[in-house]
């Protein structure tokens, strides 16, 4: 039974909401229909969301409802945000810096407090990066936008995966949790920062960019050619991702009505 959990002092997890907030608030920002009030809620739940998520899983009191400081520093935090956005734009590496680092010791909180709860090893893995990504995922949804989770290239929440791999393993092999803790910060913190310096994406992403490049010179040769000929013949068909080098010609193709009548050309 892991009855140990791993613990960072007040000021830090305080810092790494701060940190959360003062993001949600930036991005939030960048909204001009929102309003004061609208800007400061989502960096409030920017910074406490993904705390809260993790305690409604596991069924236990949110920290952000059990400790006055979180909601007060989250508050501070996202207003700083909305009036010195401009200003704190030009620092947008250091918070960089420090929101990896926020992300690690999310994750090590949640997957540690999972564990000590006696979860096993894979729910806490999934606890563990839902407390991590959980306020950006919040962020989106009150904005009524795409989850920026499912769609951009930066390994947010696969930066945490490893991380709390890590940590589970160190655990397994008998590392002290504080030491293993601190593995899992550090290796969270420099995939999350080598992605978003080297601009690492999953595969299948470069995989489905690789395709609509294809797909986008294919519409630009045609249209070259119309350009060059005067004429453009309909429909253009662009093959599917699946069908790319899989297509052979039918049986009986050659029997098919020779009196159908071609494409139309137009000018």
Known sequence: MFDETFRIPLYADLAAVGVGSLQGALFAAGFKRLDLLGVAIIGIFSGVGGGFLRDVFLGTTPAAFADNWYLIVATGAALIGMLLQRLLEKADPVITVLDAISIG?????????????????????????????????????????????????????VASLVGVSVLVGLLAL???????????????????????RFGWSLPEQRALSRIRLRRQRQVEQVIEEALHTGTITLPITLPEPGDIGEREPRAGAEDRDVDQDPPAERP
């Open 174 to 196: 008998g590392v002290a949790v504080i030491p293993a803790s601190i593995v899992c910060v550090v290796v969270t913190a420099l995939v999350r920062l080598l992605a978003v």
């Open 105 to 157: 010791m999310f994750g090590a909180i949640g997957a540690t407090k999972a564990l000590a709860l006696g979860m096993p090893v894979v729910p806490a893995l999934f606890i563990g990066t839902v407390s991590a990504v959980g306020g950006g995922v919040l962020r989106d949804l009150m904005l009524n936008i795409p989850i920026a989770l499912m769609h951009v290239g930066s390994l947010y929440a």
